[in-house]
């Protein structure tokens, strides 16, 4: 096992690291896939082939389809608390390998491996909550007016697909399979085509916990997760990704009336008020646009609305606190703080966007090109950036970019300030800095955000429900309510003269 005490470098530690496995599992056991088909994964901070994995096709999406059916019956008729032990169990491995998985995801999708530690904790975490939660699902009774017995069951929907995004990898593919798990139903994950490899290591590792057929993966690409969608027998998808990938899902889960989950886009608004404690804003906006993951976290408040009586000054704060913190770096190096983009379609996405803001008149306050480092080359490495002068109109301010890109408009009217907040098709965070109460709870009222922080940014708290208004997506996860979403109501009336 790969520990801390390697010293900060851990690049020459990676292979170790990666999963022997590179099939798809169901089952309970690997199998190749049916095509034979097999795709290199890179990594992101060096171009350097991980090695290939398996991509499963509509067939072997059947084959795992129809394991994880017939897994079902006795699953769903484990006791809650044996299904909760065998979480608790899971989360005990993710911890015990947290710095391997770490390590792969570092590799393989550009995120810092220290930061990634984060993600086997919150992993873990979650596991280990919705296993607290499996004797909550009870239902109710209701009085009636002629004397009968009536109550609810919570019941568990069956086969659950999961589609996994490549920000956060093995985080989402452990902590997301725990609330369909507790409540009953069987799961096939889904990796990200571009990150997939911490996925089949967590599989070596929890995979056998669990009764054959329980918990599933199926690597592969969009094809792969379409057809997931697709199956007639998958009662639920899952899915965390972009606008347009949620909307494929619906449109083929429509043809079978399945339930959806969805966390989807942001284009995070981070309003500023002049009575705010400037002293703790930059670290704020900093943390809130998470350009340690080069910005690619749904939840980063790219937009950031300074009043025009304090625009000047904070904007020059966080540009120098953006350079103390945040340079590029190798991602398997412990001492790196901000890695790289996960492609270079995104590398380029990410560019192309910082020129049209300057074509329509956007200033660069920081950064705002591809890492001109020699040793950084071969990596898809782009600087933290700053664009000052941003109006709403302009493209940068309305369209989710996923990249390490912060815009920063100025605002001096409130009725115009939200307009302009609440002017986008997203709707999942947004972060209010104000030192008045009564402006506070106005704000909070008036953005359409599913999660608000008030002079906060960033943080998640379990327990707390995290999920997006208009187009960022369907549902709440990380709570009680995520737990209920793979479950459904049956209405029992007795009759009882």
């Given at each position: 096992?790969i520990?801390?005490?390697q010293?900060?470098?851990l690049s020459?530690?990676?292979a170790?690291?990666?999963?022997?496995r590179?099939?798809?599992?169901?089952?309970?056991?690997?199998h190749?896939?049916?095509?034979?088909?097999?795709?290199?994964?890179i990594?992101p901070?060096s171009?350097?082939?991980l090695?290939?994995?398996?991509?499963?096709?509509?067939d072997?999406?059947?084959?795992?389809?129809?394991a994880?059916?017939?897994a079902?019956?006795?699953?769903?008729d484990t006791?809650?608390?044996?299904?909760?032990?065998l979480?608790?169990?899971?989360?005990?491995?993710?911890?015990?390998?947290?710095l391997?998985?770490?390590?792969?995801?570092?590799?393989?999708c550009?995120?810092?491996?220290?930061?990634m530690?984060?993600?086997?904790?919150i992993?873990a975490?979650?596991?280990?909550?919705?296993a607290?939660?499996?004797?909550?699902l009870?239902?109710?009774?209701?009085p009636?007016?002629n004397?009968?017995?009536?109550?609810?069951?919570?019941?568990?929907?069956?086969?659950?697909a999961r589609?996994?995004p490549?920000?956060h990898?093995?985080?989402f593919a452990?902590?997301?399979?725990a609330?369909?798990l507790?409540?009953?139903n069987?799961?096939?994950?889904?990796?990200?085509?571009?990150?997939?490899?911490?996925?089949?290591?967590?599989?070596?590792?929890?995979?056998?916990?669990?009764?054959?057929g329980?918990?599933?993966?199926?690597?592969?690409d969009?094809?792969?997760?379409?057809a997931?969608s697709?199956?007639?027998?998958?009662?639920?998808?899952a899915?965390?990704?972009?606008?347009?990938?949620g909307?494929?899902?619906m449109?083929?889960?429509?043809?079978?009336l399945?339930?959806?989950?969805l966390e989807?886009?942001?284009?995070?608004a981070m309003?500023?008020y002049?009575d705010?404690?400037?002293?703790?804003?930059p670290?704020?906006a900093?943390?809130?646009?998470?350009f340690?993951?080069?910005?690619?976290?749904?939840?980063?408040?790219?937009?950031?609305?300074?009043?025009?009586?304090?625009?000047?000054r904070?904007?020059?704060r966080i540009v120098?606190l953006?350079?103390?913190?945040?340079?590029?770096g190798?991602?398997?190096?412990?001492?790196?703080?901000?890695?790289?983009?996960?492609?270079r379609?995104?590398m380029?996405?990410?560019?192309?966007?910082?020129g049209?803001?300057v074509?329509?008149?956007?200033l660069v306050?920081h950064g705002?090109?591809?890492?001109?480092?020699?040793?950084?080359?071969?990596?898809y490495?782009v600087e933290?950036?700053?664009?000052?002068?941003?109006t709403?109109?302009?493209?940068v301010?309305?369209?989710?970019?996923f990249g390490?890109?912060?815009s920063?408009?100025?605002?001096?009217s409130e009725?115009?300030l939200?307009?302009?907040?609440?002017?986008?098709?997203?709707?999942l965070t947004?972060?209010i800095?104000?030192?008045d109460l009564r402006?506070a709870h106005?704000?909070?009222a008036?953005v359409q955000?599913?999660y608000?922080?008030?002079?906060?940014?960033?943080a998640?708290?379990i327990?707390?429900p995290?999920?997006g208004?208009?187009?960022?997506g369907?549902?709440?996860?990380e709570?009680k309510?995520?737990?209920f979403?793979f479950?459904?109501?049956k209405n029992v009336?007795?009759t009882?003269?």
């Amino acid at each position: 096992m790969i520990t801390s005490e390697q010293g900060p470098d851990l690049s020459s530690h990676v292979a170790a690291a990666l999963p022997t496995r590179r099939d798809l599992y169901y089952g309970g056991a690997w199998h190749a896939p049916l095509s034979g088909v097999y795709q290199s994964s890179i990594s992101p901070g060096s171009q350097a082939e991980l090695g290939r994995y398996a991509v499963g096709n509509a067939d072997d999406v059947a084959a795992a389809v129809a394991a994880a059916r017939t897994a079902f019956p006795a699953w769903r008729d484990t006791p809650p608390l044996t299904r909760a032990a065998l979480l608790r169990q899971a989360a005990a491995v993710v911890r015990e390998h947290a710095l391997e998985l770490a390590l792969i995801d570092a590799a393989d999708c550009g995120n810092p491996v220290r930061q990634m530690l984060d993600d086997a904790v919150i992993a873990a975490t979650q596991l280990e909550y919705f296993a607290g939660l499996v004797m909550e699902l009870k239902g109710e009774t209701i009085p009636t007016m002629n004397g009968s017995l009536d109550y609810t069951l919570r019941e568990p929907l069956g086969v659950v697909a999961r589609i996994i995004p490549f920000n956060h990898p093995f985080m989402f593919a452990a902590g997301k399979i725990a609330a369909p798990l507790a409540a009953g139903n069987t799961v096939i994950v889904k990796p990200p085509e571009q990150a997939p490899l911490s996925t089949l290591r967590l599989f070596e590792l929890i995979g056998g916990l669990f009764p054959p057929g329980v918990l599933n993966c199926v690597s592969g690409d969009r094809d792969t997760g379409a057809a997931l969608s697709a199956h007639a027998a998958v009662a639920a998808v899952a899915l965390i990704g972009s606008v347009n990938a949620g909307k494929a899902v619906m449109r083929t889960a429509a043809e079978d009336l399945k339930k959806v989950l969805l966390e989807l886009g942001g284009k995070n608004a981070m309003v500023v008020y002049p009575d705010a404690d400037l002293e703790k804003v930059p670290l704020g906006a900093v943390r809130g646009m998470n350009f340690t993951w080069c910005g690619q976290s749904c939840g980063s408040t790219s937009r950031l609305f300074l009043h025009e009586s304090v625009h000047d000054r904070v904007l020059a704060r966080i540009v120098a606190l953006t350079a103390e913190m945040h340079s590029p770096g190798p991602p398997t190096d412990m001492r790196t703080t901000m890695g790289a983009l996960v492609s270079r379609d995104q590398m380029d996405k990410t560019l192309a966007f910082v020129g049209s803001a300057v074509s329509e008149g956007a200033l660069v306050a920081h950064g705002g090109r591809r890492c001109a480092d020699a040793a950084l080359a071969q990596g898809y490495f782009v600087e933290p950036t700053i664009l000052s002068g941003v109006t709403p109109a302009m493209r940068v301010a309305r369209e989710e970019i996923f990249g390490p890109v912060l815009s920063v408009l100025k605002w001096s009217s409130e009725d115009e300030l939200y307009d302009a907040v609440n002017g986008v098709d997203y709707g999942l965070t947004a972060s209010i800095w104000t030192t008045d109460l009564r402006t506070a709870h106005r704000a909070a009222a008036r953005v359409q955000a599913g999660y608000v922080w008030i002079n906060g940014s960033s943080a998640h708290f379990i327990g707390a429900p995290f999920g997006g208004y208009k187009h960022s997506g369907i549902g709440r996860e990380e709570c009680k309510e995520e737990l209920f979403e793979f479950t459904q109501t049956k209405n029992v009336n007795v009759t009882l003269d």
